[in-house]
């Protein structure tokens, strides 16, 4: 049987029994839904509904940030019925369309869409406001942006002094509204010898999407520089700003910062996304053994488990999709980020912020004075840190941090390289996680191809059986052309046992630890790949472009 929904609210934490009480008499006098009256009444934020509704329903919520919109699909489905139904369909694979509605128990829109295109439909939960502002901006206006931004390029003349301020306001904006809507991490504005190039980070991998005349790179630079309130005075050297941009679009949080090169200032701006709800640990990549030993580790009451790679490898999201996994009413959660990525309700979060004294050591310090029971440490960088998370690991907390190693062995020596105590190092680490994302072949436009004999090899080195066929990347229109669409991850895990700990405590080389390892099932980096290309999901280029062969 469907539960109730305030009874859902009342376990989740996210309103008492007072408010549950009188929303729900006011509920029964206006005939509105429960739901959109405690919303009225700022008791509940529209992540937590959607959270709520997600439990209610057992549908699951939509990543909004990592939405790429299916144009071709939204050209055959009619604007009228997607505004009559607040519905919107963003993408297609296979015989399954996705759409998008606030209401999944609205079995009606869900029907009548399957009926229309001939497809199954699967909903997936995003707030009804976002969904209004979906579909008005893809069906009238995604391509308005490019019009927008051909516009202000045709009108604005190749002198500086001929431009008009609104017309640079205006294309700043779209730059930022374009990144957003291609689900872009980065955009890059930078000055060449007689021209600005603007470039987008998608899935990863920066593309380069527009091509300005060089004078338009110091009044657009000095645009983007007001909107994140920096100096415009000194272009010689660095800054560093934030712009909180409003939108059509929705809301963009997003960090900036220049550099001055010799062809004048580059700026790149990164996306962060603030609305973000983080997805559940399933669709992460995990091979299912790996996620068993994850969930098992996380689910332990103390312990330091570490998130290892390079800056872009995921291991944030990774470690929030964990927090979200044991995020609970009953546990005190707490964070100290650098910045906070992803907003989660009910959890704790503080930013670090070393030019007001708040580093990452003393906001721990002043963490575990807050009795919390899992910690998470955006980053250990330095001693006081590490000692303070071992400690805090030691004493009856679960502490999750980052490093950045390329592989989880080297995680050892990095924390030993910082100077902390090898005995303790061995006694409290529990689990190290080395991961990086490869882009999934695009399904729209991949090619499942024969094996070449000479790349059947690397499988068979990896005790791995050769696949007879492979998918090979290809580019359509719905991919920009890239052959990929959406990335995974693949995960190096090492579980620390009593012979590892062992090991870590006798100063084992990292050779030694890594075949202790192997042995006890670890699966290294490449291996986790070639998996992913025995499933179908990427191509050989791209573990080539991901991981070098060991
Ligand atoms: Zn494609």
């Not at 609305?275 to 996620?291: P, R, T, Y």
């Not at 980053?379 to 502490?399: C, N, P, W």
């Amino acid at each position: 049987m469907k539960k109730r929904m305030g009874d859902i609210l009342l376990e989740m934490g996210f309103i008492g029994q007072d408010q549950l009480e009188m929303a729900l008499a006011e509920s029964k006098e206006t005939g509105k839904m429960m739901g959109d009256v405690l919303l009225r009444l700022d008791w509940l934020t529209e992540e937590q509904l959607q959270l709520a509704i997600a439990v209610q329903s057992g549908a699951k919520l939509l990543d909004r940030t990592t939405v790429q919109v299916d144009q071709q699909l939204l050209s055959e489905i009619p604007q009228k019925f997607v505004l009559k139904h607040n519905i919107f369909p963003f993408a297609r694979e296979g015989n399954v369309i996705k759409a998008a509605t606030h209401n999944p128990f609205d079995v009606v829109a869900r029907d009548e869409l399957a009926r229309m295109t001939g497809q199954q439909v699967t909903t997936y939960i995003a707030p009804k406001e976002w969904i209004a502002k979906s579909i008005e901006l893809y069906y009238q206006t995604a391509k308005a942006i490019d019009d927008d931004i051909e516009k202000a390029t045709r009108t604005t003349g190749a002198l500086e002094e001929e431009f008009e301020d609104n017309q640079i306001i205006t294309l700043a904006d779209r730059l930022i509204e374009k990144g957003h809507v291609m689900g872009a991490s980065d955009i890059h504005v930078v000055p060449d010898v007689n021209l600005v190039r603007v470039y987008y980070r998608i899935d990863g991998v920066l593309h380069q999407n527009y091509l300005f005349p060089k004078a338009f790179s110091k009044s657009l630079v000095t645009r983007f520089k007001i909107m994140g309130d920096m100096d415009i005075s000194n272009p010689n050297i660095p800054h560093d700003g934030r712009i909180k941009y409003q939108g059509a679009v929705g809301d963009i949080d997003i960090r900036v910062s220049t550099f001055p090169t010799h062809l004048g200032e580059t700026i790149v701006m990164r996306l962060l996304s603030y609305s973000k709800v983080v997805g559940d640990i399933q669709v992460l990549g995990f091979e299912s053994e790996d996620l068993e030993q994850f969930m098992k580790n996380i689910h332990r009451p103390y312990g330091l488990i570490i998130s290892t790679g390079p800056t872009g490898s995921g291991k944030t999201t990774t470690l929030y999709s964990a927090l979200m996994a044991i995020n609970s009413p009953e546990v005190n959660v707490m964070t100290v980020e650098d910045p906070i990525e992803y907003v989660i309700p009910t959890v704790r979060q503080t930013a670090v912020n070393p030019k007001a004294g708040l580093t990452f050591s003393n906001a721990l310090r002043s963490t575990m004075r807050q009795d919390p029971d899992i910690v998470l440490v955006g980053e250990i960088r330095d001693r006081e840190t590490a000692d303070l998370a071992l400690q805090a690991s030691m004493t009856g907390h679960l502490v999750l941090s980052t490093l950045h190693t390329n592989d989880a062995a080297s995680a050892i020596n990095r924390l030993l390289d910082l100077g902390v105590n090898t005995s303790i190092l061995a006694s409290s680490l529990t689990l190290i996680v080395a991961q990086r994302l490869m882009r999934k072949v695009c399904s729209q436009c991949s090619e499942l191809i024969d094996t070449p004999p000479d790349m059947k090899e690397p499988f068979t080195k990896n005790d791995l059986e050769a696949p007879e066929k492979i998918r090979k990347a290809v580019g359509c229109e719905r991919c920009y052309n890239s052959g990929y669409s959406g990335r995974t991850g693949i995960y190096e895990i090492i579980k620390i046992d009593k012979e590892i700990e062992q090991l870590i405590f006798s100063g084992a080389l990292k050779s030694t630890i890594e075949a202790a390892a192997i042995k006890a099932g670890t699966s290294l980096m490449f291996r986790q790949a070639l998996r992913k290309v025995i499933g179908h999901v990427t191509s050989m280029d791209e573990v080539y472009r991901v991981v070098a062969d060991a």
